[in-house]
């Protein structure tokens, strides 16, 4: 049985751009924003998406990339990495609006101090810490599926087998 938890917030640096994928020649501009050859990792993409097919959940970007892009920028940045899941209409979080809704959501995060001002001991949201170098792992995967209350076994017959 799926959880009531209709949001993803998800932070692109670490967790979809994480430390490893800086070697690649489209990501190296980044810091300079330049965010049109970016490559993000296929994994977590297709991590994403299949939280968003398997659950009612959508995702929300945490991050201040709109200094560089419009959110309809940064979501076609998504699509043509291969998201093809839903986002929040025309959300982009910043740390301290995380806790501006009493609805029930994933926080995906990499580096601590992008949500510095969340008091983390009254934050009643879930959050997911994720290795800011090498990104989000299969067993983070498995976790927030759990916490999506999506069986595992049948995310493995309908994507894998």
Known sequence: MNSDIKKIIVDIDG???P???QLFLGNRDVINGNLDDILFDPFAIRCLNIFCKYSS??????RTWEKHKSISDIKTIFYNNGFDGKFVEDEIIW?????DTDED???IKSDEDCFMD???ESNPH???MVNELDGL???VMINILKKLGIDIGVVLEGEFF
């Open 118 to 120: 969340i008091d983390k």
């Open 57 to 62: 959940a959508k995702i929300s970007i945490s």
């Open 105 to 107: 959501h994933i926080v």
């Open 126 to 128: 879930w959050q997911v």
């Open 137 to 139: 792992s299969y067993s």
């Open 95 to 99: 740390g301290g609006a995380i806790m």
């Open 15 to 17: 967790v979809l751009l």
């Open 19 to 21: 430390g490893k994928y």
